[in-house]
């Protein structure tokens, strides 16, 4: 965003960006039109020299623009060369000034399209028209949506509805992996493309059929991803944590008999019950081999057969199970009669 600048300071930085000519002439030319003072169209030219809210539009420079006595004699033309020297032009605007812009003025589109106007009022129909479709213009590139969506796994949002415990994890191989409601797996693919400077992604799951299709980015932020397609809407915000296995560790744990006998039945999930488990599956094995091939799972209740005994956790990422690690709990029975 472009800093006001205090009034005083204005006009010395004038200096720096017009170039004046100093003419008389006895009436305004036909061509220029007068701006005036906090008018509809001054305020939306401000809003475009600002880049606020109407950021997908610009103008092509210079442009020049008329000062005229209270009699409409001329006095300067000033020229303009960019939004910051236009936008402090217009705050030494006031209404004992009178100023003309001198057309054809020619407005940029983001897609380097261009639409020349000759009259204020085009002038100000045309800012409104595309400035009312500035949303949905996307203002990321293909790299930028790409890589948002494969950075981190994605919580998605339909139409206001967000699926509990879900997630979808777009992959470099066009693949994707998706999580849904918790215990649901589904597969898909993706890809991504720029037609006429729109980025469009498409997506394909089997199961999932309100996701599927050619969708087009209108929004795109740090913090979600907008995507529209005919009258759906399809938000994804980045779910990020570089380190899902953080929260869990290699674990002693010491149990109390009362019976004499050194055997215990105990809750294995219980262990890990404050790390997240949204993202990954954990599962107990008798032995690291059975761990590491992602068989013979032990049940949650657990009794132990050797004192003391170790059992190995297996945590594998749910959008993918080839990701993994594998801790330990060692478990120890103490005497407690």
């Keep these: 965003m472009k800093i006001k600048q205090p009034l005083f300071g204005l ?19 036909e061509q220029s039109e007068t701006l005036e003072y906090n008018s509809t169209l001054f305020n939306l030219i401000s809003t475009i020299a600002l880049d606020e809210d109407i ?3 610009d103008f092509e420079y210079p442009l020049t623009v008329s000062i005229y006595e209270a009699d409409f004699q001329l006095t300067d033309i000033v020229t303009i060369n960019n939004d910051d020297a236009l936008y402090l032009f217009l705050q030494t ?3 004992s000034i009178v100023a003309s812009l001198n057309f054809p003025i020619t407005i940029v589109l983001p897609n380097e399209q261009q639409i020349e106007v000759n009259s204020n009022q085009a002038l100000q129909t045309s800012i409104t028209l595309e400035g009312n479709s500035c949303y949905n213009i996307s203002n990321c590139t293909q790299t930028d949506v790409a890589n948002y969506l494969m950075d981190c796994n994605q919580l998605p949002t339909i139409n206001g509805f967000s699926p509990y415990l879900t997630h979808f994890n777009f992959l470099e191989d066009n693949n994707i992996t998706i999580l849904y409601e918790g215990d649901l797996l589904f597969n898909g693919v993706w890809d ?10 498409f997506i ?3 199961g999932l059929d309100n996701y599927n299709g050619q969708w087009e980015v209108v929004q795109c932020e740090s913090e979600q991803l907008v995507l529209e397609q005919n009258d759906s809407v399809l938000l994804f915000i980045q779910s990020c944590n570089s380190n899902p296995f953080s929260c869990f560790e290699d674990v002693t744990y010491t149990v109390c008999d009362d019976d004499d006998d050194l055997i215990v039945t105990f809750n294995l999930d219980g262990l890990y019950q404050d790390c997240n488990q949204s993202i990954v599956g ?5 032995s690291y081999e059975d761990a590491a091939n992602n068989v013979n799972p032990l049940v949650s209740t657990f009794t132990n057969v050797t004192n003391p005994q170790t059992i190995y956790v297996r945590v594998e990422q749910y959008s993918n199970p080839d990701i993994y690690q594998i801790f330990t709990i060692d478990v120890t029975v103490e005497d407690c009669t």
Excluded: A, K, P, R
């Design 55 to 57: 950021n997908c539009l």
């Design 192 to 201: 991504i493309t720029t037609v006429d400077g729109n980025v469009y992604v």
């Design 11 to 29: 006009l010395l930085v004038f200096g720096l960006f017009f170039n004046c000519q100093n003419e008389t002439v006895n009436s305004v030319d």
């Design 204 to 206: 394909t799951i089997n």
């Design 282 to 286: 954990v599962s107990y094995h008798i």
């Design 93 to 95: 605007l006031d209404t």
